[in-house]
């Protein structure tokens, strides 16, 4: 056998449909029964639910996707227009997408905005790393920084802004600054350079039947060669390759693309590849809990439209952000209903996961309640916890990334995929996977 992939998620079968389209030996080993790992989709009472991912940004490498699996009836798209908000200082404010609106927005002062559009004037760092608060705060400012970049990266990463690597987390901005000067003069070279190629499609994606229908289309793809229920025990080298031990027997390959998380990967390479199981286990991975809650429509105020709202850090909040699933894409919720997703936990309360169900909902319900003004308990139809969530790239994490680099370069036939490398949103893993498969 030519390849053997460990991980039945999203960078597994992405990559396994890859190697099978080239025409390439190859199995993909899954120890869970259901195909896509955290990108989940459930049914319940009515409710459609998302238990990972929400909704996805269509890049050109993800729709290329959907379209080779004949997926394009079954997508839906966001309306591209649907505003998005921040809660701060005791309200929901609308972030500003436009010039005119950044100029008559409350979530910076008259001092913030000045300060923002001095950032052609900053010296470029001369700091090989730096935290993403510190970036931002330098060339943008500290309202920036807080008001703006703190909630987004905590409701992306469930990470730490003064914790996380602006060189790891966006690299493209870092990069700006390094040859250009700033994040402007960056974004005005990039205009002036070869483009990328963009989706041609806009607003989010997301499926009739949720999210999971891209890993159930990519695992009846793969048929047989996606083997699922298989537990790998153990990697060893070979003289021909690679041996992975399963219950169920050895397999020999050629090469192994390792293809689970970031913890999982360290448990397999401790004896076959030291080096990267040590960089591997110091990846952090903060927990998550989800709650999918539910209010009758006439619960709110008024009808709740948008994407949902992100929470700065302030006095007598606890929740990180809320989509509101029921006003991004129809079919979501009963008639009559209203569904909300909300995360709590990561970086920044990792205690949280700890609390009741009941605790759980309870603050999340006085959060929404002080912000939406919705009235009334809510439906609990979930509350999902993550042990170990989406990996965090924090300070050093360039130098844990080299040393992956230098692993596989010392142990010939691996390669290392999943989201702890390069970007944790899943059109970063599929751009990864499809890579790797070339």
Known sequence: MSTVVVGGGLSGLVCGAGLLRKGEDLAVLDEADHPGGVVRTERRDG????????????TAELWDLVVELGLEKEALLSDPRATRFVDFGGRRQAIPMSPAALATTRLLSVGGKLRLFAEPFVPRSRLSEESVEDF?????????????????????????????SVE???????RWEKEHGGILRGALAARRGPHTRKAPVKGLLSFREGLETLPRALAARLGDRLRRSTRVEALRRSTEGWTVRTASGDLAASRVVLATSAPRAAALLGQACPSAARALSTIPHPPLAVLHLSWPVEAFPEPL?????????????????????????????????TLLTVFVGGSRDPEAVGLSDAALVETASRDLAAVLGVRGAPQAIGVTRYK?????????????????????????????????????SVGDVVLNAVRTAA
């Open 305 to 337: 439209a948008g994407f949902g709202h992100l929470v700065v850090p302030q006095s007598g909040r606890r929740i990180l952000g809320a989509v509101y699933s029921s006003s991004l894409f129809a079919g979501r919720a009963p008639e009559g209903r």
């Open 47 to 58: 409710y459609l639910l998302e238990m990972g991912p929400n909704t996805v940004r269509p």
């Open 168 to 174: 790891g987390c966006f690299p493209m901005l870092a």
């Open 136 to 164: 931002f705060a330098r060339r943008l400012g500290p309202q920036v920084s807080q008001r703006f970049v703190g909630p987004f990266v905590s409701g992306i990463f469930a990470g730490d802004a003064s914790r996380l």
């Open 388 to 424: 170990q969530a989406l990996p965090q790239y924090e300070l050093g994490h360039l130098d844990r990334m080299r040393a992956l680099d230098d692993a596989e370069r010392a142990c010939p036939g691996l390669t290392l995929l999943g989201n702890y490398r390069g970007g944790v």
